[in-house]
């Protein structure tokens, strides 16, 4: 049976393909994704991680371009989907089901455009990174990939979902904890005179950061327009109210918070897990130290660490990725910087000089009903087979 060739097909069978994360089995995937490289003549490998996660490379010694896309999803949740999440389904000029933005319809696009060159009987010079572990931290996906150095450092594409005329080359900072508080317990009826409360600990240092959360930071001059553009197409998807808050302010998330032993005991002990994102013009190792000061008897595990990251606008591939976009879409593009996090961290704290680039519906990411227009995987496709192209001369 012919393989498919046209991006909306091959993210359909890629949706249907189950890889969440947890737990982060991506062998399906990758062994489809090989058949069609071997197809095409493409030799791969297999970097091979605990839990089935399995990442896949082909790296030709000559390429000076690497397009990477992750495998994994995340889980499909107990929402009320419309759809199959992992039925594939295409209908309405949409590709339905998880990981149709993030990022199988990414990959399916990678996959159409180096097809769509061998079919014309180009030799794509191109390295092609397909990763697991990207949900959960990259370390049994990109992080072993590059720690085997099957991939110098070069230009590279990371095909996440990205607005169409955004090319994203930089991103807010992360710093995911896990914090443990302890108190002094007592009688519930005499606190707060009697006992320390663990609980009302963790309350204050989500306090803290709702202060901290006031300032804002200045980006560097090279960021402020991308910064300015990156505001208004925040604004616009996700209808936020001041959207520079997000891009110029520490933002946090206390995503999880459990501790106490009943109503009646002043609580010994409470767990929380927090998450912040750093934006550009603050640093991450000052915050984690300001949060060690404010809160001195608690232990904090560091989960993940990155600071603010960027690749300059007028790098050359900027340029060649702008110039494909206008090609393609007929307008002009304007790079951004992105609020959330990808494996472009890794890339660039590597060496790597990145950019993300990708169809998507970003307002469905992680979402119930998550979708990718049919048309968006086509353009991504010619997109990259243009910038393929120009780094094959």
Not at 61 to 89: K, N, T, Y
Not at 99 to 108: E, P, T, V, Y
Not at 162 to 190: C, E, N, Q
Request: with cysteine; glycine share 10%; net charge neutral.
């Amino acid at each position: 049976m012919a393989l498919p060739s046209d991006p909306a097909r091959i993210c359909a069978d890629l949706v249907r393909i189950r890889s969440e994360n947890p737990p982060g089995d991506t062998a399906e995937v990758a062994a489809y994704l090989r058949e069609h490289l071997d197809a095409l003549g493409l030799g791969s490998r297999l970097i091979r991680k605990r839990g089935g996660r399995v990442n896949l490379v082909s790296a030709p010694q000559e390429a000076r371009l690497v397009i990477c896309g992750h495998m994994d999803v995340v889980p499909a949740g107990d929402g009320e989907w419309s759809v199959d999440p992992f039925g594939g389904e295409i209908r309405d000029g949409m590709v339905y089901g998880r990981g149709a933005s993030d990022m199988k319809g990414g990959c399916a696009a990678i996959l159409a455009a180096v097809t769509g060159l061998v079919e014309e009987g180009r030799e794509p010079q191109v390295s092609l990174a397909f990763v697991a572990d990207e949900e959960t931290g990259g370390e049994l996906g990109i992080r072993a990939v590059l720690d085997r150095r099957v991939l110098p450092p070069c230009d590279c594409v990371v095909a996440e979902p990205t607005p169409a005329l955004h090319p994203v080359i930089g991103m807010k900072g992360l710093l995911r904890l896990a914090i443990r508080f302890r108190g002094k317990p007592g009688h519930g009826s005499l606190y707060p005179r009697v006992g320390v409360s663990a609980v009302m600990e963790a309350l204050d240092l989500l306090r803290t950061l709702e202060k901290a959360h006031a300032r804002v930071y200045r980006p560097p001059e090279a960021l402020r327009e991308p910064v300015e553009d990156s505001a208004e197409v925040l604004g616009r998807i996700f209808g936020i109210q001041d959207p520079a808050a997000v891009l110029q302010r520490i933002t946090f998330n206390p995503g999880r918070i459990e501790g106490g032993e009943k109503a009646n005991v002043v609580a010994s002990r409470c767990s929380l897990e927090l998450e912040l994102r750093i934006p550009f013009g603050a640093s991450t190792a000052k915050v984690l130290a300001s949060l060690r000061r404010r809160a001195k008897g608690a232990e904090m595990e560091i989960l993940s660490q990155s600071e603010p990251n960027f690749t300059p606008p007028d790098v050359p591939l900027v340029g060649i990725l702008s110039r494909e976009i206008r090609r393609v879409h007929g307008e002009e593009p304007r790079p951004i910087v992105q609020w959330a996090a990808s494996d472009a961290k890794h890339l660039r704290a590597a060496g790597f000089r990145v950019v993300e680039y990708g169809p998507g519906d970003l307002a469905t990411l992680h979402g119930v009903d998550e979708r990718v227009p049919v048309r968006a995987l086509e353009q991504a496709a010619d997109v990259f087979r243009g910038v393929i192209d120009a780094y094959s001369r």
